[in-house]
């Protein structure tokens, strides 16, 4: 039972425009969530998260929004560049004592210069 | 410096070897974490270790055995090895008393023949 989903396994925007990630999930007790970007042959890197308490954070070119009442986040990229080509991982936790991350399957953004 | 680091990066063994991934960080983090990436590019935690306490274990076979020798290291060891245990293996870290995010490694990929 998939309880973070990330239902676009593909992305391909124009470099300069918006990229919009999506990220749904079933759990009502996640309260932290998070993106990860990862290039090939690479680990994941943190990019950027969100609490629970909150339904937005800012950095940078990066905004993670949270609607709770639709279980439902979302990345904005803002300009697009071809280096944020990636592959864009949603994840979520509770924060209980074992923290642990629960990943969606990943979305592949592709930026076209 | 490497946050978190794992040996080796590329792992291609026989069915039915004993194979060890061995995993450090010197983020002076309490928590570290053993992921797998399977074919279909999901990533799910297998194991957590809290300050060398085996916190998480998700019904992971017995011939997956991990082991911390101190904080900073998460070895996983691997017997009898089958072909599904091809994938790539990610160790991570984290402060789970904080809102950090976890820290990844860069990956083994393991391929069984």
């Known amino acids: 039972d998939q309880q973070v989903k990330q239902n676009s396994p593909s992305l391909s925007v124009q470099e300069g425009r918006i990229s919009i990630l999506n990220c749904d999930y079933t759990?009502?007790?996640?309260?932290?969530f998070l993106w990860y970007k990862k290039y090939p042959a690479e680990g994941p890197t943190f990019l950027i998260s969100?609490?629970?308490?909150?339904d937005k954070n800012e950095d940078g070119r990066f905004t993670v929004f949270l609607n709770k009442s639709a279980k439902h986040l979302s990345l904005h990229i803002v300009p697009s560049q071809p280096g944020d080509s990636a592959v864009y991982f949603c994840?979520?936790?509770?924060?209980?004592?074992?923290?642990?991350?629960?990943f969606g399957s990943g979305t592949r953004l592709l930026v076209r210069p | 410096d490497t946050a978190v680091s794992q040996t080796p990066k590329y792992l291609v063994t026989q069915m039915g070897n004993d194979k060890s991934i061995k995993c450090e960080q010197n983020?002076?983090?309490?928590?570290m974490y053993w992921y797998k990436q399977d074919s279909k590019k999901f990533l799910k935690i297998m194991f957590s270790?809290?300050?060398?306490?085996?916190?998480i274990n998700e019904t992971v076979p017995n011939r997956f055995s991990p082991k911390s020798p101190d904080k900073a290291h998460l070895n996983l060891h691997i017997n009898s090895l089958e072909l599904g245990d091809s994938a790539v293996y990610f160790c991570?870290?984290?402060?789970?008393?904080?809102?950090?995010?976890?820290?990844f490694g860069q990956g083994t990929r393991l391929t069984v023949v």
């Open positions: 991570a870290s984290s402060q789970i008393d904080r809102d950090t995010e976890a820290f």
């Open positions: 983020l002076g983090h309490d928590t």
């Open positions: 759990n009502s007790m996640f309260d932290y």
């Open positions: 994840a979520a936790s509770v924060k209980d004592s074992s923290y642990k991350l629960i």
């Open positions: 270790y809290n300050n060398k306490e085996l916190i």
């Open positions: 969100i609490s629970s308490i909150k």
